[in-house]
């Protein structure tokens, strides 16, 4: 292939481009996902982003970001391409200056239904927060140190983050460094995480499989 010149100079030849291979297309039936995103009273949150991510990196999934769809005017989304799995899926929603508190956890054996809350980051609370027997809810205190006492912090930011780089439930500490978070499953959770907001240096924890947990976050 021959580059083009300008006014008339010598043109000089160059290598063909490489183009980059495609992701592979997965013969895994595809299954639909939909909701609602809303506020904890109930009012529609338009424009969240929603996404389905696999609890694992392998599998009928390409790569670990999962598939996704915007919320409408009516807090509405559907995702109409997630792989079908029998395993658990996270369905996420996040919007600037919002959380989701509680985990959103489902099996895609066929079309499924998914509602999410999310809460504005001024308005989480660490308590009331909706419990069910097949999950169980982690709180605690993130604080720092001084001179020996433990000083809160608040409005650190506080998650599970299950598979690297990929946030499934989180929320801000209150005034007393407190948080809590709920929808969690009640084996094993890796990949707790406590920062202070904008500082990207996370503190991470887990806690054995069980019911409801506390665990306490102290950062530097």
């Given at each position: ?99 989701q508190q509680c985990a959103k956890i489902v099996a895609l054996s066929t079309d499924t239904n998914a509602d999410l809350t999310l ?51 989180d929320t801000i500490t209150d005034s007393q460094g407190r948080y809590r978070l709920c929808g969690l499953p ?35």
């Open positions: 292939m021959l580059a083009v010149g300008c006014g008339g100079d010598a043109v000089a030849p160059i290598s063909p481009s490489v183009t980059a291979p495609s992701p592979p297309i997965s013969s895994t039936p595809t299954v639909t996902v939909s909701g609602q995103v809303t506020s904890p009273v109930g009012t529609p949150i338009a424009a969240a982003r929603v996404v389905v991510y696999p609890l694992r990196l392998w599998g009928p999934w390409y790569g670990p970001w999962g598939r996704g769809s915007d919320a409408d005017d009516a807090g509405r989304y559907r995702i109409t391409n997630a792989p079908q799995d029998p395993d658990a899926i996270f369905v996420r929603a996040w919007k600037d200056g919002y959380v809460t504005r980051k001024e308005d989480v609370v660490i308590a009331a927060l909706p419990r069910s027997a097949a999950t169980r809810q982690i709180s605690g205190t993130v604080y720092t140190l001084r001179d020996n006492v433990r000083a809160p912090v608040a409005g650190a930011w506080v998650g599970w983050e299950p598979v690297l780089d990929t946030v499934i439930a009640i084996d094993r959770v890796n990949g707790l995480f406590a920062e202070r907001t904008g500082n990207y240096s996370p503190v991470y924890k887990e806690t054995a499989a069980g019911g409801d947990a506390t665990v306490d976050f102290e950062l530097p």
